[in-house]
Nanobody, 115 residues
Framework: QVQLQESGPGLVKPSQTLSLTCTVS??????????WTWIRQPPGKGLEWIGY???????YYTPSLQSRTSISRDTSRNQFTLQLNSVTPEDTAVYYC???????WGQGTQVTVSS
């Protein structure tokens, strides 16, 4: 059974880089061809798909965030990581990692962008 757990700082200053890690258990980021996914939900808004990385290492991003986003993986730790550069208060949200192949969500982590 796949389980996901997000980790990272809850407060990031404007213009800095947001970095979150999702630790995978019960599955592997290198096999199964799963699209290991990041999604966020800003306050008072709906879910926004950020992007994913496949087991082969290829990554895909939503066009509106593509220029600021990078998703990578650490195969030795069975983790995948989100980096979002040049953040603004509009990037404040609950960030989730998600495995669509199994329907598994992480518990979510609140990230606030504020000086």
């Amino acid at each position: 059974q796949v389980q996901l757990q997000e980790s990272g700082p809850g407060l990031v200053k404007p213009s800095q880089t947001l970095s979150l890690t999702c630790t995978v258990s019960g599955g592997s980021v290198t096999i199964n061809s799963y699209p290991w996914t990041w999604i966020r939900q800003p306050p008072g808004k709906g879910l926004e798909w950020i992007g994913y990385i496949r087991s082969g290492g290829s990554a895909y991003y939503t066009p509106s965030l593509q220029s600021r986003t990078s998703i990578s993986r650490d195969t030795s730790r069975n983790q995948f990581t989100l980096q979002l550069n040049s953040v603004t208060p509009e990037d404040t949200a609950v960030y989730y990692c998600f495995s669509p192949m199994t329907g598994t969500w992480g518990q979510g982590t609140q990230v606030t962008v504020s000086s």
